[in-house]
């Protein structure tokens, strides 16, 4: 199991930035996890998700609501992943939450069922 703490929300005016963190205690997530991925809940909404990446090989994936805004990396000791949210819309409010995936993952890197290791969340709020 791996434990993930994700900082780095706020409250920010629309076309703003902001850039997400989530930190795995221990040692590296991928020794465990092959994939780790950014996912959103807004209020009254499903949870979806944000972005993917499997970690071995670094191929990450996109929800289509933020490709060419949002970027997904992690650092070379595969211990922090990082979400870079660019161009920020008032629809991308919502309570982000970091997870880490079952090797499963691979089939689908935004499928919330191949995800088993959660942070608690960080709230990103845009205004118009």
């Known amino acids: 199991q791996v434990q993930l703490v994700e900082s780095g929300g706020g409250s920010v005016q629309a076309g703003g930035s902001l850039r997400l963190s989530c930190g795995a205690s221990?040692?590296?997530?991928?020794?465990?996890?092959?994939?780790m991925g950014w996912f959103r809940q807004a209020p009254g909404k499903e949870r979806e998700g944000v972005a993917g990446?499997?970690?071995?090989?670094?191929?990450?994936r996109y929800a289509d609501s933020v490709k060419g805004r949002f970027t997904v990396s992690q650092d070379n000791a595969k211990t922090t992943l990082y979400l870079q949210m660019n161009n920020l819309k008032p629809e991308d409010t919502a309570m982000y939450y970091c997870?880490?995936?079952?090797?499963?993952?691979?089939?689908?890197?935004?499928?919330?069922?191949?995800?088993?290791?959660w942070g608690q969340g960080t709230q990103v709020t845009v205004s118009s």
């Open positions: 997870a880490a995936g079952a090797p499963a993952c691979a089939a689908d890197l935004l499928g919330i069922q191949f995800y088993d290791d």
């Open positions: 990446i499997y970690t071995r090989t670094g191929n990450v």
């Open positions: 221990g040692s590296s997530y991928s020794n465990s996890r092959f994939c």
